[in-house]
């Protein structure tokens, strides 16, 4: 088994209320490949410049990811975006994009990624995600996710790639704006119409819910009295999401196992808010991931206590 | 065992997507005591106006609730709020606030309400909600809720009526602006470091959460894909809890007896906004309310699968 993860392999320039980090690692498949890499095996593809080295690269070799499909284009600079967060963190301040070489990002993948059993096409250019995903037909669980840029720039595109994945994970926000339904309910049944047999739905400081034809499941988030930077908290919540489904070998996974992956996922997102970039990523242990899980059970069971 | 009200007894003017309701029988006490009076028995002790006749006591009647402390005023009107909700349902716009008796409302318990095993101090002034939780010395569950107006003009009253409390509701916002804290799990702390040993705090479309000296505990909102009016949500909720908790009989509640009582609150709020004003729970059955119980436990719940 492997996952797959086509996206964005940045540089990250951030501002939150604890500090400013310049040149960190980022970018969406890099979240989401380190995240899901504690459960199974992980290809990223993705395009980088000349100024990403042997220092960044060794980040994805010490979690075993396989970066083959990495393409290095020479005399070129890397995706760099900027950020700042008010002190609510929620809400994300683009400073300044520059898309560098991954204006042109065309991924062909090599047959090892193509073959994977599970693919994730991260937030890029739906024509892109789509071109991706027919390069993978075996395939057995295809997610998406995408934005709001596109959903207003290229909704019938979006919307046509959507058809031909089993997971979309959207913020609710996202979910309302492609479906135009206030009610979240609504929208999410909206967009099973379309085609995903499961809508995820990220709700930021409130932890994600996911409906499915078994009904709905919702997972709290985890009640951090410190986050330091939300950036890539959604694709780390994606990788370790997608990285446990995959490592269950069920190419049609069961509800529960939909719902414990939603699980992991709001697990490694959790972690990924504690420190800047992906740093806390790459110092976490399987045992630290086990804890968390459970403490997540304990979050949410409840039993009526016997009368009196 | 019972539970004692003491609030907002009102006409309320709504208008939602779903449309205008006028002279709807409503206020804090209202919700709370219809919710409550699933789970055991309750006083309500307020103050309305002649214009409230028989036809509003028989809501009451039906559901059991004793009126006995409830004042009516003669020659004067009940309180009367009008409100205007937007699509997304979750801001209420305060078109007009017409006091009334409620202005001078002073609350003397009977010695009945007095001795209730449970006393809930609904949204009144702080200082008000002291006086009558100090009519009330053997009440071993005490619960408090209050608004932003209340934190902005009378802070030190609502903190000093906090320490005297055992459970607080707020709702996020609200917790925020009390503690000038922005995170969450941060803000609830110093709610529990003023007395109260519960913080439960309400997320409208988000659910509820709760953190108590054993932890936190998430409950979600229902899935509802029609919200036709959410006021009254939060005092459906707190009449759920606290009528639930009153009648388990310990006058120590259990973690888990919290759990279940904020679940029940949880079902008790899904309830409510399923029609205009108290309509809902007036015409709610316990079956129902066993069946959502049934179902906040499902989407609540998850286990590994096997692997393959």
């Known amino acids: 088994m492997s996952v797959t993860v086509v996206g964005s ?37 993705g395009v980088v410049g000349d100024d990403f080295g042997e ?18 284009v020479p005399g070129a600079r890397s995706f760099h975006w900027s950020g700042r967060y008010e002190d609510d963190m929620t809400v994300a301040h683009t400073l300044d994009t520059q898309l560098n070489v991954f204006a042109d990002f065309d991924p062909k993948l090599s047959p090892e990624a193509a073959s994977a059993s599970t693919l994730f096409l991260a937030n890029i250019v739906p024509d892109l995600q789509r071109a991706v995903r027919r390069q993978c037909p075996d395939a057995a669980i295809v ?8 959903i207003e720039s290229a909704r019938q595109s979006l919307i046509e790639t959507m058809r031909e994945v089993d997971v979309v994970t959207l913020n609710d926000a996202e979910l309302r704006m492609l479906t135009a339904e206030p009610n979240l309910a609504r929208a999410a049944h909206a967009l099973r119409d379309l085609g995903p047999r499961v809508a995820l739905v990220k709700q930021g400081p409130y932890g994600a819910c996911m409906f499915t034809s078994e009904g709905y499941f919702s997972i709290p988030a985890y009640p951090l009295e410190t986050v330091i930077d939300p950036t890539g908290a959604g694709d780390s919540f994606a990788g370790g999401c997608f990285g446990y489904l995959d490592s269950l070998g069920d190419p049609d996974p069961s509800d529960d196992a939909f719902r414990a992956a939603a699980v992991y996922g709001s697990v490694m997102a959790s972690f990924a808010v504690e420190d800047f970039g992906c740093r806390r990523l790459r110092r976490l242990t399987d045992d630290e991931i086990g804890a968390r899980f459970a403490e997540f059970k304990r979050m949410m069971t409840f039993s009526e206590p016997a009368r009196v």
Chains 1, 2 share one sequence.
Request: glycine fraction near 8%; hydrophobic fraction near 45%; charged fraction near 25%.
């Open 9 to 45: 392999v940045a540089f990250d320039t951030l501002e939150t209320p604890f500090g400013k980090r310049e040149r960190e690692l980022g970018g969406a498949a890099t979240h989401f490949s380190l995240a899901a890499s504690f459960f199974t095996d992980v290809r990223v593809v």
């Open 55 to 72: 220092e960044e690269l060794a980040v994805y070799a010490a979690r075993g990811v396989n970066v083959d499909d990495l393409e290095r």
């Open 143 to 150: 997610g998406l996710d995408s934005m709001n840029y596109w």
